[in-house]
C-alpha cells in the first residue's frame, strides 16, 4: 500500500463529507447520515500506476452521482480532499455518470484506515492514485487545480489504457 504520508484514522463519530465550490448549496452528511444513503454493489478492476493491476474487486459505495444530486453547478472539475491533506483533481466528466463512487467497504468488510478507510474515492477507470484514501470531501471548480501527485510530476487524468503515467505521456 502506498500512501503520501501515515495513515490518518478518523473516529467515525467525528467524521463528515462534505460538496462544495461552485454549487448552488453545500452539501453535509454525518457518517450515520452518509450511510443511510443509497448503495451499490460495484465490481471492477483496478490498476496502480506502479504497474499492477487486481481484478473483479468488490466494494460497497455510495455513487457521487448521488452525493450530486439535484446540484446545480457550471464546474468543471473536481477536486477530492482528505484527511491527512492529500487531493487529487478530475474532470467532472470523469466523476459522474456511474463512474466514480465513494466507497467504504471493501470484499464485505469495512476499509481499513491502511486502505483508505473510512471511506475512500473509487475512480476504477483511472489509475488509483485518483482514487483517494481517506476523503473527506468534494470541492467542484470551474478551473482545473491539480491535486497532489499532479504537482509532482504525474499525469493530470491517469487514464490506464493510455499509460498516463507522467506528465507528458
Known sequence: ???AGPTPRTRLDRWDSVVEGEIDQPRRWTWEEFRSLPVEAVTKDIHCVTKWSKF???WTAVSVD????GVETSAEYVVAYCDGGYTT???LEDVIGGKTWVAYEYEGEPLEPAHGGPARLLVPHLYLWKSAKWVRGLELL???RPGFWETLGYHNRGDPWGEERYAGD
Open 1 to 3: 500500500m502506498l500512501s
Open 56 to 58: 473483479d474487486t468488490s
Open 66 to 69: 448521488t452525493l450530486l444530486a
Open 89 to 91: 483533481n478530475l474532470p
Open 142 to 144: 470551474i478551473a482545473d
